[in-house]
């Protein structure tokens, strides 16, 4: 929150349940000097997620005729924050946004207003027992840069989407996809983009699917090549699940290509895998009997009729992509049968 906190705070909190998720929760209400603040954690002790949003004046009259016959935020906190009770207040988590619903009661007309929570912290806990539990000082640093790297790649909405470009694109995707698992998933991907090409998706396609247009390399040319701003997503037979993203055209060269905005990688792990050196001529390579294929080495290799044999290999730890030096991070193993894999391309703004 960038608002500094009123010396006098005022604050109300409920403990509120929802009933489709069987989960309580604590809501709070707190105002700040110039907006209105909500957060929403798990009402357990050791809580690992946590929702906020802060409203502005000016966005708050927005939302709602019912505020317009104010004239500050102290007057809409008194007036209408202080006059209802948790019997007013409903809530619901869908696609790991915390959505609050007020019904209030003013002038004699009944309102409904709903605020939308995002998802801020998670799993915390995990670093207080990692920092506690390193004894030496190079394991210390390593985890923390892995914990650095998923809080990275976990948290907000990369590039500021709202609410209605983000569910737009995640319903898109969702449609052809049978790989991305919920929105942690999808919001990985976008702050992997963030970093790399920094700009804003308007269109996501389906190039192929393995299981769907055929599993060998010849189709996955025949449909991929020559088109870039790629994305690979991979499952295993052991529901392991990662890929990669590469702007650089894939084409049968028998060559590597340089592509300094690629990345891979791991949904399980929630982890993206930049680059060690962004001037590489190795991010991604292009062959005819191959398939999508990301690194020298290489850090991951899809091959011909993957669905049919075990052929494919994760080698990530040593190659073009920066795991800090964890072997086989994306598989869990060298070699690896693919259940299915989709790529995609996608348009920018």
């Given at each position: 929150?960038?608002s500094?906190?009123?010396?006098?705070?005022?604050?109300?909190?409920?403990?509120?349940?929802?009933?489709?998720?069987?989960?309580?929760?604590?809501?709070?209400?707190?105002?700040?000097?110039?907006?209105?603040?909500?957060s929403?954690?798990?009402?357990?002790e050791?809580?690992?997620?946590?929702?906020?949003?802060?409203?502005?004046?000016?966005?708050?009259?927005?939302?709602?005729?019912?505020?317009?016959?104010?004239e500050?935020?102290d007057?809409?906190?008194?007036?209408f924050?202080?006059?209802f009770?948790?019997?007013?207040?409903?809530?619901n988590?869908?696609?790991?946004n915390?959505?609050?619903?007020?019904?209030?009661?003013?002038?004699?007309?009944?309102?409904?207003?709903?605020?939308i929570?995002?998802?801020?912290?998670?799993?915390?806990?995990n670093?207080?027992?990692?920092?506690?539990n390193?004894?030496?000082?190079?394991?210390l640093?390593?985890?923390?840069?892995?914990?650095?790297?998923?809080?990275?790649?976990?948290?907000?909405?990369?590039?500021?989407?709202?609410?209605?470009?983000?569910?737009?694109?995640?319903?898109?995707?969702?449609?052809y996809t049978?790989?991305?698992?919920?929105?942690q998933?999808?919001?990985?991907i976008?702050?992997g983009?963030k970093?790399?090409?920094?700009?804003?998706i308007?269109?996501?396609?389906?190039?192929?699917?393995?299981?769907?247009?055929g599993?060998?390399?010849?189709?996955?040319?025949?449909k991929?090549?020559?088109?870039?701003?790629?994305?690979?997503?991979?499952?295993?037979?052991k529901?392991?699940?990662?890929?990669?993203f590469?702007?650089?055209?894939?084409?049968?060269?028998g060559?590597?290509?340089?592509?300094?905005?690629?990345?891979?990688?791991?949904?399980?792990?929630?982890?993206?895998?930049y680059p060690?050196?962004?001037?590489?001529?190795?991010a991604?390579?292009?062959?005819s009997?191959?398939?999508?294929?990301?690194?020298?080495?290489?850090?991951?290799?899809?091959?011909?009729?993957?669905?049919?044999?075990?052929?494919s290999?994760?080698?990530?730890?040593?190659?073009?992509?920066n795991?800090?030096?964890?072997?086989?991070?994306?598989?869990?193993?060298?070699?690896?049968?693919v259940?299915?894999?989709?790529?995609?391309?996608?348009?920018?703004?």
């Amino acid at each position: 929150m960038e608002s500094k906190i009123n010396e006098q705070l005022k604050s109300k909190t409920f403990s509120l349940t929802d009933k489709k998720n069987k989960m309580n929760y604590k809501l709070k209400i707190f105002l700040y000097e110039e907006s209105i603040g909500l957060s929403a954690y798990e009402a357990k002790e050791n809580f690992d997620t946590e929702y906020k949003k802060e409203f502005s004046y000016e966005e708050l009259l927005e939302l709602s005729n019912i505020f317009k016959m104010y004239e500050s935020i102290d007057d809409i906190y008194d007036e209408f924050f202080d006059n209802f009770e948790e019997s007013d207040i409903s809530l619901n988590i869908e696609n790991l946004n915390f959505i609050v619903s007020f019904k209030a009661k003013l002038m004699k007309k009944t309102e409904n207003i709903n605020f939308i929570l995002i998802q801020q912290k998670i799993k915390i806990g995990n670093l207080v027992y990692c920092l506690s539990n390193s004894n030496e000082i190079d394991d210390l640093k390593k985890k923390i840069d892995s914990l650095k790297n998923k809080i990275d790649n976990y948290f907000g909405f990369a590039l500021d989407y709202d609410i209605e470009e983000f569910d737009k694109l995640f319903k898109e995707i969702k449609t052809y996809t049978r790989i991305i698992g919920g929105v942690q998933d999808f919001n990985l991907i976008l702050n992997g983009i963030k970093k790399t090409v920094n700009k804003k998706i308007k269109n996501i396609k389906l190039l192929m699917r393995a299981t769907i247009d055929g599993n060998s390399s010849s189709t996955f040319h025949q449909k991929c090549d020559n088109k870039s701003f790629t994305l690979v997503l991979v499952i295993t037979d052991k529901n392991r699940r990662f890929g990669g993203f590469a702007s650089t055209a894939w084409d049968q060269s028998g060559s590597y290509k340089t592509d300094t905005q690629s990345f891979i990688f791991s949904f399980d792990n929630q982890e993206v895998y930049y680059p060690k050196n962004i001037n590489s001529q190795s991010a991604i390579y292009c062959y005819s009997s191959y398939g999508p294929t990301f690194g020298n080495g290489h850090d991951f290799y899809i091959a011909n009729s993957c669905t049919d044999n075990n052929s494919s290999y994760d080698n990530t730890s040593s190659y073009h992509y920066n795991t800090q030096g964890r072997k086989n991070v994306l598989a869990m193993e060298y070699n690896f049968k693919v259940l299915d894999y989709e790529v995609f391309q996608i348009e920018f703004s």
